[in-house]
DNA sequence: CATTAGAGGCTTATTTAGGG
DNA sequence: CCCTAAATAAGCCTCTAATG
């Protein structure tokens, strides 16, 4: 067949698949779901294909729907982005980025005004977030998330290298030798990391000689590092995020013992199912190189 | 929450009628 | 005879209401 499906048709179907929900994608359309459902009816028999599994109050894609969003999506993209470079030629486009709280404080949003002078079109909308990332239901173009690199539909970019070390402010630094001395210090915690200084103790064979769990918590590992400056304890940092104060003096590393938490660590993770607008890929390049140069 | 049937409104295609 | 415009027919889309 060398002639288009009904485009409407597959305007609601390409909605439908990407939020997976027909009265979620009818009210997008502007549409009842009764109409969206028609359309995805009438597309499937002129194709002959099924592309949607009807299930008991919700629907699923097939094989060949998946197969067919993925493509489908890609020449919407297409459009719309060509639509857009008609119509705003000269406007500034936005790049909604999610990260978390301590890696856009400690470490994106001081690096980011470089990026906004070398690239004046482009407006990143930065939000914060320990949740994970759904590119479907969310409106984001990309996020800095944690994990081992592995994730289904997305494309996943390394950023960094996720090295753990104690760090505190100079004159605490003077008063202990070897990590069995931290006993009698304050351990300073993030919720969001509750492992981190197990991990650390054991590689640096103290976890028998300190309590991994005594001291102070806080909700962020920023945080923590902020108490760190302020001299009340020992955080358990990762490098990358405490580069600056450490070069700055403001904070020092008393151990040598490192862990390198390997491939758990920072990705940027795009849609994978979406082209990538040359935006994100400006940012994703810039982001890449920032690295590469620390690291 | 998804699907279906039937009704109504709107658009497009086709036919028909009347004027140049 | 041809062309235009009104009338009619066909098709499509979306809605409501009811069902699974």
Redesign the pocket.
Known sequence: MDRLP?L??LR?FEAVARRL????A?EEL?????????????LEDTLGIQL?V??????SLTRAGEDYYRAVTKSMDGLREATVRLTRRTKRTQLKVRAYTTFAMRWLIPRLSSFHTANSGIEVLLTASLDPVDFRREDIDGAIRLGDGKWSGTNAYRLVSNILVPVCSPDLGKKVRKPADLDRQVLLHSIARPDDWACWLAAAKAEKLVDARSGMTYQSSAMAYAAALEGQGFAIAQRFLVEDDLAAGKLVAPFRQAVDMGDFTYYLLTPADRNESASMATFRKWLLAQFETTA
């Open positions: 009904p409407n048709a609601a929900s027909i009265t979620i009818a502007h549409v009842t779901p009764g109409a969206v459902s028609r359309q995805i009816r009438t949607l009807r299930g008991h109050r919700q629907i």
